[in-house]
C-alpha cells in the first residue's frame, strides 16, 4: 500500500491532527497519509462495532458545471449528464435530485481507467452541475480526460484543497446526527448540503467499508474543529488506510490499479450493474462494442472472490491454478478480521468463476487449496 | 546462556550448541497483528542470512531470516493455531525454531542485548 517517491509528498489539512493521535505516516496517492493509528485489526473491528473515522482528502472530489452555469432545472441536468455520459456507462439522466450512482471511467477499447460516485444536486437551482468523487491516485488523469473532452462546454471545479473525510460503521449516524442534524434520514447513496460556520459542505450516505456511515466534504476552516470535537465522542476513532484496505476487500468492494485498470472491462469486474437499461440500449460509451458482446456472451475471465482453506493469506500476484494449469490471478488479498479468516479477489477464467469451484494459490512456490466464494465475505450493512 | 540479535531484529538463544530463535519484540511492533506464521520442518538446514520463515500481519508478508547457520531440531506448532501469541510474547514462548548450530563462531558479529537496545533507540 506504501510506495516510495522522490516528489514531495502532499498533505491533507488533516495531517497534523494524524500526528496528535498517534497515526503512523506513510506515502500513498502523493500524500502523507496514515496507514494505522492503534493498530489495524483493532482499527477495523472498531470501525464494524462503532464508528471509525477516515480522511479521504487525497480523493478526487470536484465539480462538473455548464459553461452556461446553474439553474434551468431538469433541463440543466440532462444537459451536463449528457456530456459525462460520453465518458461513463452509467445513466446519470435519470439519477434523482440529492442521489449518487457508482460508475466507471471508460477508455475507447471498454478498459477502465477509473471507478467514481457521481452525484445530483438537490434543488432546482443547482441543476447544471454534478458532484463527482474521483480516486486520488487518477484524479491528475481524469480531470485531464474531462477537461479535454468537455472544453466550451462544461467547467472543472477541483474541491481537493477541502476535507473529505468518512465516518463508518453502525454508530456513525447517532454520531453524525449530532453534528449534522437530518443527516438521518438520508438513505444510500443520497446526500444533502449542510452550512458549518456559514461554510457550505455536502453530507453523503456512502462509504467504503460494507458499514452504513457517511462522507463529508468540508473546508478545511470548518472541518478542523468539527473533526476535533468528533474525536471527544468516545464512539468514534481515526483508522487508517491499513484497515481501509481490509474493510473494503472483505466487503467486496474493488480498489482502482489492482482490482480494476485500463485492460479490465466492467464485465470482467462483475460492474455489469453500473450500466443501466437504457445506455445498453443505445450502447452510446467509449468501448460499447466490447462491453456489449461481453454482456451477451459472458466475459472471457471474471472477478471472484476467493477464501483460501488454510490459514496463509494469498497476496496480490498470487497466481491461481486448477490441475497445475493457470487460470487467473490475485488482485488483493490479505486477511479479514471480522472474518476471521483469509481472504481475496482476483481474475479467474470464466469456466472457473462459479461460488465453490476448488482452486490451488501459489504462495511462495506452494499450491494452497482455495476455493472460489460469493462476494462480499461480510453482509454490507447499508442504510436502504 | 547468551542472547543474541541481528540488525534485522531476530534473536538467537544459545546453549552449548543449541539456538533458539525468534523475532525480537520491537520486530512484532512494527509488525502489527500478526495472522499467520510459515514455519520450516524439523530436518532443514538454515544458511545464515537466508529466509526461513514467514510473518503474517493483515497487510503484508515479511521474511524472517536466520541469524545463524543450522539444522532445525523443532519447530514451534503452537505458532499455527495461536500466531497472534507473536505480538504477545516474541521473545519468549513464541520462539520460532530451535537449531543445532553449525558454527559458533558465526555468533561474533551478532549483538547483545545492550547493543541492540541502542541499535533499536537510533532507528
Not at chain 1, 19 to 47: D, R, S
Not at chain 1, 74 to 95: F, N
Not at chain 2, 5 to 11: L, Q, V
Request: aromatic share 8%; with cysteine.
Amino acid at each position: 500500500m506504501s510506495e516510495a517517491s522522490t516528489e514531495q509528498l502532499k498533505r491533507t489539512p488533516l495531517y497534523e491532527s494524524h500526528v496528535k493521535m498517534g497515526g503512523k505516516l506513510v506515502a500513498f496517492a502523493g500524500y502523507e497519509m496514515p496507514v494505522q493509528f492503534e493498530g489495524v485489526m483493532a482499527e477495523h473491528i472498531w470501525t464494524r462495532t462503532q464508528a471509525g473515522l477516515f480522511d479521504v482528502s487525497h480523493m478526487g472530489p470536484c465539480f462538473l458545471t455548464l459553461e452556461a452555469g446553474i439553474g434551468g432545472g431538469d433541463d440543466a441536468h440532462a444537459e451536463i449528464s449528457a456530456l459525462i455520459e460520453t465518458l461513463v456507462p452509467s445513466d446519470i439522466t435519470s439519477l434523482k435530485p440529492g442521489q449518487a450512482r457508482l460508475t466507471v471511467l471508460l477508455n475507447d477499447d471498454g478498459g477502465i481507467l477509473d471507478d467514481l460516485i457521481i452525484t445530483r444536486p438537490l434543488g432546482d437551482a443547482a441543476q447544471g452541475t454534478l458532484y463527482i468523487v474521483v480516486n486520488g491516485a487518477m484524479k491528475e488523469q481524469d480531470w485531464a480526460i474531462f477537461e479535454k473532452a468537455l472544453a466550451g462546454k462544461a467547467i472543472l471545479t477541483r474541491a481537493d484543497d477541502r476535507i473529505l473525510f468518512a465516518l463508518q460503521g453502525p454508530k456513525a449516524v447517532d454520531v453524525m446526527a449530532d453534528f449534522f442534524p437530518g443527516c438521518e434520514a438520508l438513505t444510500f447513496m443520497q446526500h444533502m448540503p449542510f452550512e458549518v460556520n456559514g461554510q457550505r459542505c455536502i453530507v453523503s450516505r456512502c462509504g467504503y467499508t460494507g458499514e452504513d456511515g457517511f462522507e463529508v466534504l468540508i473546508p478545511a476552516e470548518a472541518g478542523l474543529p468539527l473533526i476535533e470535537e468528533m474525536y471527544t465522542d468516545e464512539r468514534v476513532k481515526p483508522i487508517g488506510l491499513g484497515a481501509r484496505d481490509s474493510l473494503r476487500l472483505e466487503a467486496g468492494l474493488c480498489l482502482y490499479g489492482h482490482d480494476l485498470n485500463p485492460e479490465i472491462s466492467p464485465i470482467e469486474a462483475d460492474l455489469a450493474w453500473v450500466i443501466q437499461k437504457r445506455r445498453r440500449e443505445a450502447g452510446n460509451f467509449p468501448g460499447a462494442d466490447r462491453i456489449l458482446r461481453e454482456l451477451k456472451d459472458g466475459p472471457a475471465k471474471k472477478r471472484v472472490g476467493i477464501r483460501p482453506l488454510e490459514r496463509a493469506p494469498a497476496r496480490e500476484g498470487a497466481e491461481i491454478q486448477v490441475n497445475g494449469e493457470t487460470i487467473g490471478v490475485v488482485t488483493s488479498g490479505g486477511f479479514g478480521p471480522t472474518y476471521d479468516a483469509p481472504v481475496a479477489m482476483g481474475y479467474v477464467t470464466a469456466a472457473h468463476a462459479a461460488p465453490g469451484t476448488k482452486i490451488d494459490l501459489i504462495v511462495r512456490g506452494k499450491a494452497r487449496p482455495a476455493e472460489v466464494a460469493a462476494l462480499p465475505f461480510v453482509p454490507q450493512n447499508y442504510k436502504r | 546462556m547468551t542472547t543474541y540479535y541481528t540488525k534485522d531484529h531476530e534473536w538467537v538463544r544459545v546453549e552449548g550448541d543449541t539456538g533458539t530463535v525468534g523475532i525480537t519484540t520491537y520486530a512484532a511492533g512494527q509488525l502489527g497483528d500478526v495472522v499467520y506464521v510459515e514455519l520450516p520442518e524439523a530436518g532443514a538446514s538454515l544458511a545464515k542470512g537466508d529466509g526461513f520463515a514467514v510473518v503474517e500481519s493483515v497487510k503484508a508478508a515479511s521474511d524472517v531470516y536466520a541469524p545463524i547457520s543450522g539444522a532445525v531440531l523443532e519447530s514451534n506448532t503452537g505458532l499455527a493455531d495461536a500466531p497472534e501469541k507473536v505480538s504477545e510474547a516474541a521473545e519468549t514462548d513464541a520462539w520460532f525454531v530451535r537449531i543445532k548450530i553449525a558454527d559458533t563462531s558465526e555468533l561474533d558479529g551478532l549483538m547483545d542485548l545492550a547493543a541492540y537496545t541502542a541499535y533499536c533507540e537510533g532507528l
